[in-house]
Nanobody
Framework: QLQLVESGGGLVQPGGSLRLSCAAS????????IGWFRQAPGKEREGVSC????????NYADSVKGRFTISRDNAKNTVYLQMNSLKPEDTAVYYC????????????????????WGQGTQVTVSS
């Protein structure tokens, strides 16, 4: 069974950092582009960042550029989202998602581009 599991969320003060992990089980991530999304209460799910299967291409939403970094370790079948300089408006449930793409292509920041989703991890930024 194909499964994505997010971890690493929690409560952090403004200006703090968290690293989220997205681990795959039941399949290898080698052929999958990965996206990170978030959904705050009462808002639509939005794309945060994405990475190609090779890791050579990345993309970020304007709201997180310069603060978040996406990376992957295919040997560990895991994708990461390093989040620095966190703000209260970053508070949301964060999801990772996977889509089959050529190794040099990202799947983009649209929710409809992805086939498999994790269950999400809560990130709360508050003093």
């Amino acid at each position: 069974q194909l499964q994505l599991v997010e971890s690493g969320g929690g409560l952090v003060q403004p200006g703090g950092s968290l690293r989220l992990s997205c681990a795959a089980s039941g399949f290898t991530l080698d052929y999958y582009a990965i996206g990170w999304f978030r959904q705050a209460p009462g808002k639509e799910r939005e794309g945060v960042s994405c990475i190609s299967s090779s890791g050579s291409v990345t993309n970020y939403a304007d709201s997180v550029k310069g603060r978040f970094t996406i990376s992957r370790d295919n040997a560990k079948n895991t994708v990461y989202l390093q989040m620095n300089s966190l703000k209260p408006e970053d508070t949301a449930v964060y999801y990772c998602a996977a889509a089959v793409r050529n190794s040099w292509v990202v799947a983009g920041l649209g929710v409809d581009e992805y086939d498999y989703w994790g269950q999400g991890t809560q990130v709360t930024v508050s003093s």
